[in-house]
């Protein structure tokens, strides 16, 4: 299978896509899973030397940059290279993977996707879970959707931890 991923991560992001959403996609069976992908990252150019290292860590060794122009709205310039990336998947029948900064994906997620795209122009639609940057501690060790999911719903920590707790709140820089 043809894997693609596509992550855009600029400014006080880049924290929180290395300690969440690239820590998950190191675990072990993540990592895995994701083994021989393609991982293209749309960043500024503070970030361009971090993301690279952590493209490494997840065991991805091909991949672009494509290094956002200062001065002119990293929103507007990231949709327009993620439609070129889902033309690009689209072109060479790849599964497109889509890791925003603050995605979690539990152990193992990854290979369970993979094994669902079982036939040519499949869509699937996964809702993922979104943190916040005070929930970065658990996922210091990797963590099964099992364990994520009892987290989520623990009364203590669900108000502090996960991002679609905030109900109500503006979504404009929905990173966290």
Known sequence: MNLRLFT???????DTFERACAASLAWP????????????????EKAQDRVND?????????????????????????????????????REDATFL??????????????????MMIEKGLCLAVPNTRVLPSAMEWFDEPRTNA???????????????WRDAEIGKDTIDSYY
């Not at 889509?98 to 094994?115: E, H, I, Q, S």
């Open 8 to 14: 855009g991560v600029w400014g006080k992001y880049i």
């Open 29 to 44: 069976e993540n990592k895995a899973a994701i083994h021989g992908a393609t991982w293209t990252i749309v960043c500024d």
């Open 54 to 90: 952590i493209r490494l860590r997840c065991g991805i060794l091909r991949g672009k940059n494509i290094v956002l122009h200062s001065g002119q709205d990293p929103t507007f310039q990231f949709s327009g290279h993620l439609y070129e990336e889902m033309a690009t998947c689209i």
């Open 98 to 115: 889509f890791c925003l900064p603050d995605y979690v994906f539990g152990d193992g997620t990854v290979a369970n996707l993979k094994a």
């Open 147 to 161: 364990q994520l999911v009892s987290i989520a719903f623990d009364p203590l920590f669900m108000h502090q931890t």
